[in-house]
């Protein structure tokens, strides 16, 4: 509630669910609720001076999956019912807070109950450091006891002593036992007495020890509230926050991933001399054909869209509204989202046809004419996909265009996981789809791919762009803001920025960005690389009209990791276990991961220069192909023999690289999909000429084209391939 008010918001009511009167239990076997010193809520409506709706549990915890589909008589309809009543009886309610830390089971559910009422969920400790956590609330004033226990280290006589007096203790079972300092994993729950926002304070005069088990490693016991009182506060300032607490907890945001303030100050003394300035002096780059004609481009011919299944995973490039069953009806003009709808079903045709379904759909990019219309594309019901969405220069007749990967489990050991949080928190920004695990399996050897949706810079709890005084100042605030979420989601899935990065997409809207992006980036992957010496990572920088919300860069990077479900945990005789603590440091005992293998290839003849960067480690392998031209124009007709030359660098690039186990070496035939950035003053049949030879390989990847409106100095062309195994 502290952080709800910190951040601007305003509490007009508080809700809270109880066991059913006639079941005579104060603790239900819930995995939603925890109901321990339901006997004294009542008095919290004295202390806020606000309505307090309550409500009893009925049902049960029906519906366990990951995702949440409302279910009759499941205990999360309770809370529904308990939230519907505070709509009925305040109409103008917009949020609710609650203080989820680290139980992706119950912020899924809140999230689930927010959207179907139209309300936002507000998860302000979401994924905090919980020993930060646990500090702040001790020094911001909140007085709370224990009330129950159940884990090791902690025994009945805790029962009632306040988190100031057990905070030590409490670190030791932490670095005792890894037990959660906030009492994520059950260890223990609590009851506040007292904090800033209360006008009372809670006073118990009258508790009863029940002990519920009495095991002699790690006794549950609770506290039930026989009597208590509240207590006025004649403190000056009782019940509200005063400026320097505000200020204090707003600010309690994680580690840049790039740097501090000085750093930061720094890095924008060194880019605004070196690299921007490069920007502006970039130059243009003239296209003619082969009889010296200039040509602009922007050609309104569309290749057919192409499938490709490398099992498990499938791929279907840009489809537009000529491959709908839409465009022979086409004789007058429409809208965005009518166009964008037959495309959604065309793609949808294409999944069924292939006994695919949107829940299959692992990643999907989105370009778009018109960045203005992007609120109303997001709106999409569809499941939770990770999604790219940035503006593209297009043909003229094209408004969107979309290209999807999919996996389709190949047996019930495998799954696609998908982390969708909704809720505003200092975590990273709420995402219909921040991103996709593939293949999810079981075995430690096997390596998870992660595809991340786009990041920009949004502040988390605003969701909002740094504001800076200049254009390059807010460039690099967003950069490592985003670049800071970006961290958070990856850690939180068990990866790292550097060790597990596999290719990295960076989106600017400005060509002056470019060479900024591209340090920012260097800048990033150096402060997680833990030693000397590591391998360089697939990257292409490209220059946009337009991005989401305005913003001026986005990053889209795709990992691998081990299992997060097993790990190596000390004292346990170094055997394998599952493990479903979401334990905040996962990385710390994670099993032995193999390094990638890179290499960088490049040829050159005449002005055009063709390099290939190359990542791969266990069944996942990335190429970003480059095309250079040096001259102050480029021969349409010369553009053919050096995208030959790049495919014969990829190929030979597939064949240097050994892939899984079995040693052999990558293959065309392995990619699944991929992405042809072109600069849009190129003709476009110059490119799907030039291509040819790569799309006619009908065992390739799915090609898709993407014209953009500036590259790295002297780049026409970069091509991003994803390949796999299963």
Partial sequence: MMHTVANGHEIVALANLKPLAESGKDEL???????????????????????????????????????????????????????SDVKASIPEVEAVATGAILSNYQRVRVENVCLRLGLTSLAYLWRRDQKHLMEEMIESGLHAVIIKVAAMGLKEAHLG???????????????????????????????????????KRIVLEEVERVVHSDDAFAVVAYLRLKKARLEDKLEPGAGTLGENLRRKLVHSKPEPAVSDDLYFVLTVMYLKRELYAKGVKQRTLP????????????GTQVSSPHVHWRNPYFALSGTTIHHSILRVSLNHSI??????????????????????????????????????????????????????????????????????LAFKAPDAAWKKETMHVQSVSYWAP??????ALVPRHPKPQVADHIYVAGQIGLIPNTMQVPFCIDDLSSLVAEATTSLTSL???????????????????????????????????????????????????????????????????????????????????????????????????????SLDVEEPVTLHVESEQNSVKCSVDAWSRGSLCTLVGIIKVAASSVVASEFGSAARDLQHLIASSFAQLRRGESGASWTWEDGVSMRVFYDARFPRHCIETGLGEIKA???????????????PQDVILSICIHAALQ
């Avoid at 965005?336 to 959604?344: N, P």
């Fill in 335 to 404: 809208t965005i989202e009518e166009e964008a709808a037959a495309v959604m079903d065309t793609v949808q045709a294409t999944l069924q046809s292939h006994n695919l379904t949107w829940g299959d759909v692992t990643l999907m990019h989105v370009y778009v004419r018109d960045m203005t219309c992007f609120a109303r594309l997001n709106a999409d019901p569809q499941p939770p996909i990770v999604r790219v969405t940035v503006e593209a220069s297009l043909p003229e007749n094209v408004q969107v265009q979309i290209d999807c």
């Fill in 287 to 298: 296209v003619v054909d082969a009889e010296g004609m200039s040509t602009s481009g922007s």
């Fill in 161 to 199: 002593k306040s988190l100031q007096q057990m905070y030590p203790h409490l670190v030791q079972m932490h670095e005792r036992y890894e037990g959660h300092i906030c009492g994520e994993g059950g260890e223990f729950e609590t009851f506040t007495l007292d904090c800033p926002l209360f006008v």
């Fill in 487 to 589: 961290n958070a989601i990856v850690t939180a899935l068990n990866a790292d920025m550097k060790r597990d990065a596999a290719c990295c997409v960076c989106y600017v809207t400005d060509a002056r960005y470019l060479g900024v992006a591209e340090r920012v980036w260097e800048m990033a992957v150096e402060k997680y690389a833990n030693r000397q010496g590591v391998p360089p990572i697939p990257s292409c920088f490209v220059a946009i009209p337009a991005l989401p919300r305005g913003a001026k860069i986005e990053w889209q990077v795709m990992f691998t990791n081990r299992s997060k479900n097993w790990l190596f945990r000390p004292g346990r005789a170094g055997r394998q276990q599952e493990d479903e603590s979401d334990d905040e440091d996962p990385m710390k005992h």
């Fill in 29 to 83: 076997d819930s995995y939603m609720y925890q109901t321990v010193g339901h006997d004294a809520i009542e008095l919290y409506a004295g202390c806020m001076n606000l309505p307090l709706f309550r409500r009893e549990i009925r049902g049960s915890s029906k519906e366990q999956g990951a995702d949440y589909m409302p279910t009759l008589d499941d205990e999360v309809e309770d809370l529904f019912a308990l939230l």
């Fill in 697 to 711: 390989k009908n065992e390739g990847p799915a090609v898709t084209l993407v014209p953009v409106t500036a590259m």
């Fill in 430 to 435: 709420a995402n219909i789809g921040q991103a």
